[in-house]
């Protein structure tokens, strides 16, 4: 009933940008936290990117000045503004987000938990 799209990811040299976009559509009456995550070859998932509601941000150390998160709330997008791109930065990059999707799940608090289906940036020369 809800869908995460992400759009962005490619092939970028060492020091470039890339700007990633994840659309949430479907059965949402509010959108709580929004956050990217990444997996790179061989390593663990891991937490790069978080802003609430509210618009606080949280950041991986290995990201804090190079990596911007920002969202657009009447669009329910949720973008990662990636900058000074190094290779270990290369990963499939997943948009997640904690949500209501009635007002009802809302006086309730029944979050729901929705995942994208990932977006490949490789930091190449």
């Known amino acids: 009933q809800v869908q995460l799209v992400e759009s962005g990811g490619g092939l970028v040299q060492p020091g470039g940008s890339l700007r990633l976009s994840c659309a949430a559509s479907?059965?949402?009456?509010?959108?709580?936290?929004m956050d990217w995550y990444r997996q790179g070859p061989g390593k663990q998932r891991e937490l790069v990117a978080a802003?609430?509601?509210?618009?606080?941000?949280n950041y991986a150390d290995s990201v804090k000045g190079r990596f911007t998160i920002s969202r657009d709330n009447a669009k329910n997008t949720v973008y990662l503004q990636m900058n000074s791109l190094k290779p270990e930065d290369t990963a499939v990059y997943s948009c997640?987000?904690?949500?209501?999707?009635?007002?009802?799940?809302?006086?309730?608090?029944?979050?729901?938990?929705?995942w994208g289906q990932g977006t490949l940036v490789t930091v190449s020369s």
């Open positions: 997640h987000a904690r949500l209501w999707s009635t007002y009802r799940d809302y006086l309730t608090n029944r979050i729901l938990e929705v």
């Open positions: 479907g059965s949402i009456f509010r959108i709580n936290a």
């Open positions: 802003i609430t509601s509210g618009g606080i941000t």
